[in-house]
C-alpha cells in the first residue's frame, strides 16, 4: 500500500490550501485514514481522520472550525482542506491508513511540508 500526499507548499496567513492523499496498491478493505501534522521540534500530533464507509469525521480540537475532511472513495482518496491558516499550522502534514477500527495506522505516507508565511 502506498500513500501519496500531495497539496502542501508556501501560502500566507489566512490561506485555504488542500492537501490529498491518494491510496494504491490496496487490494483489501481499509477503515479509515487520518491526517497527522509535526511541527520543527515537536512532537507528530493528531489532526484529522475520517471513516471510510460512513464518512464520520473527526477532528482535534485546533482543527474544528478551521479544517475539513473528506474523501472519495471511488478514487480511494482523503483530502483535508484547511482555512484561515496561521504560522502555527507550519509542520509537514501526513496521511496513515488504518486498516481496523482500533485506529492503530498500518501505512503512513511521505509527507508533504506547509509552510505559513507571517
Known amino acids: 500500500v502506498q500513500l501519496q500526499a500531495s497539496g502542501g507548499g508556501l501560502v500566507q496567513t489566512g490561506g485555504s490550501p488542500r492537501l490529498s492523499c491518494a491510496a494504491s496498491?490496496?487490494?483489501?478493505?481499509?477503515?479509515?485514514m487520518g491526517w497527522f501534522r509535526q511541527a520543527p521540534g515537536k512532537e507528530r500530533e493528531f489532526v484529522a481522520a475520517i471513516k471510510w464507509n460512513d464518512g464520520n469525521t473527526y477532528l482535534s480540537d485546533s482543527a474544528k472550525g478551521r479544517f475539513t475532511i473528506s474523501r472519495d472513495n471511488a478514487k480511494n482518496t482523503v483530502y483535508l482542506e484547511m482555512n484561515s491558516l496561521k504560522p502555527e499550522d507550519t509542520a509537514v502534514y501526513y496521511c496513515a491508513e488504518s486498516l481496523t477500527d482500533t485506529w492503530k495506522y498500518d501505512y503512513w505516507g511521505q509527507g508533504t511540508q506547509v509552510t505559513v508565511s507571517s
Open positions: 496498491g490496496r487490494t483489501f478493505s481499509s477503515y479509515g
